[in-house]
Nanobody, 124 residues
Framework: QVQLVESGGGLVQAGGSLKLSCAAS????????MGWFRQAPGKEREFVAA????????LYAPSMMGRFTISRDNAKSTVYLQMNSLKPEDTAVYYC?????????????????WGQGTQVTVSS
C-alpha cells in the first residue's frame, strides 16, 4: 500500500514557476514508477510526466517538455514537479500517482495509487 500527499500548489502569474511535491508513505516507494497528471474543470485527466524508479528514466507529455521537470528523491520518498513558464492553460488540479511498472508510462489506468491532488491556478 502506498499513500501519496501532494503539496506546493497555489496561485501564480503567467510566466511564473511552481514546484510541486508528492510525499509517499510505504517501504517500497523506491520501486514504483511515479507520475504526475492534471485535470482541468470539464476536461479529462491528462498525463504530465513520469519517472521510473531505476535509472531515473523520464517521460513527458509533448506539451510539457522543456517547461516541466520531474525528479525524485528515493531517500525522502518524494517526487517533484518543477513547473516553469506557466500558462493560464496549465490551471488544473495536479495529481501524483504510483505505478508498479519498471518504465515510465503515460496511461492513467496503469497507476495503482493516487494522491488527493493540489490546485494550481495560473492567472493571465
Amino acid at each position: 500500500q502506498v499513500q501519496l500527499v501532494e503539496s506546493g500548489g497555489g496561485l501564480v502569474q503567467a510566466g511564473g514557476s511552481l514546484k510541486l511535491s508528492c510525499a509517499a508513505s510505504g517501504r517500497t516507494f523506491s520501486t514504483y514508477t511515479m507520475g504526475w497528471f492534471r485535470q482541468a474543470p470539464g476536461k479529462e485527466r491528462e498525463f504530465v510526466a513520469a519517472i521510473a524508479w531505476s535509472r531515473g528514466n523520464t517521460l513527458y507529455a509533448p506539451s510539457m517538455m522543456g517547461r516541466f521537470t520531474i525528479s525524485r528523491d528515493n531517500a525522502k520518498s518524494t517526487v517533484y514537479l518543477q513547473m516553469n513558464s506557466l500558462k493560464p492553460e496549465d490551471t488544473a488540479v495536479y495529481y501524483c500517482a504510483a505505478d508498479r511498472s519498471t518504465l515510465p508510462v503515460g496511461a492513467a489506468a496503469s497507476y495503482d495509487y493516487w494522491g488527493q491532488g493540489t490546485q494550481v491556478t495560473v492567472s493571465s
